[in-house]
T-cell receptor
Framework: AQSVTQLGSHVSVSEGALVLLRCNYS??????LFWYVQYPNQGLQLLLK??????LVKGINGFEAEFKKSETSFHLTKPSAHMSDAAEYFC???????????FGAGTRLFVKA | GAGVSQSPSNKVTEKGKDVELRCDPI?????LYWYRQSLGQGLEFLIY????????KSGLPSDRFSAERTGGSVSTLTIQRTQQEDSAVYLC???????????FGPGTRLTVL
């Protein structure tokens, strides 16, 4: 069965600091992996996705994530946090052969001035 | 060019009543998903529809929950005999294909008194 674990329900960084949001997955088959962001009172939108091409995936707003099969990880990073990055971030996994997507519990990112 | 729409945006109901939540996916999207987002928790998969295939209902929490998708387009999620623990934001998403990005609607906030 697939599962996603996001380490840390809350992460706080200073503006300009590195953002690192952790995601580990389990899947019996090669997965597709996603990061979504949810701004306050808004729906989810896709940040980036891994679909078995390049292991380093670049997304919108300067975010990127690296697929590491040996570590079953897909951590999200951004070199320099901006106040507008404050939101909740969800990691998700889906089997390549299906549509069912499993989401992690989410990590709320706080950015301090 | 509209996105995924959901109605109503907010629903307050009394315990024991039935409710219907509606989702209009993006035109042409073959896959449609329902999720539940409870306060402080991640997205809980409920059900998905893919084309004319039988829906995957494995995430429905009880037999009080049901969903249908008419004509491969609009979907209705029905909750019978609502309970207070059903209070949550119900999110609908649609995607074009696998591993297509899921486009989320704004959600319906359900409050059961």
């Amino acid at each position: 069965a697939q599962s996603v674990t996001q380490l840390g329900s809350h992460v706080s960084v200073s503006e300009g600091a590195l953002v690192l949001l952790r995601c580990n997955y389990s899947s019996s088959v090669p997965p597709y992996l996603f990061w979504y962001v949810q701004y306050p009172n808004q729906g989810l939108q896709l940040l980036l996705k891994y679909t078995s091409a390049a292991t380093l995936v670049k997304g919108i707003n300067g975010f990127e994530a690296e697929f590491k099969k040996s570590e079953t990880s897909f951590h999200l990073t951004k070199p320099s946090a901006h106040m507008s990055d404050a939101a909740e971030y969800f990691c998700a996994v889906r089997n390549t052969g299906g549509f069912k997507t499993i989401f992690g519990a989410g990590t709320r990112l706080f950015v301090k001035a | 060019g509209a996105g995924v729409s959901q109605s109503p945006s907010n629903k307050v109901t009394e315990k024991g009543k039935d409710v219907e939540l509606r989702c209009d996916p993006i035109s042409g999207h073959t896959a449609l998903y329902w999720y539940r987002q409870s306060l402080g928790q991640g997205l809980e998969f409920l059900i998905y529809f893919q084309g004319n295939s039988a829906p995957d209902k494995s995430g429905l929490p009880s037999d009080r929950f049901s969903a249908e998708r008419t004509g491969g387009s609009v979907s209705t999620l029905t909750i019978q005999r609502t309970q207070q623990e059903d209070s949550a934001v119900y999110l609908c998403a649609s995607s074009l294909d696998s591993p297509g990005e899921q486009f989320f609607g704004p959600g319906t906030r359900l409050t059961v008194l």
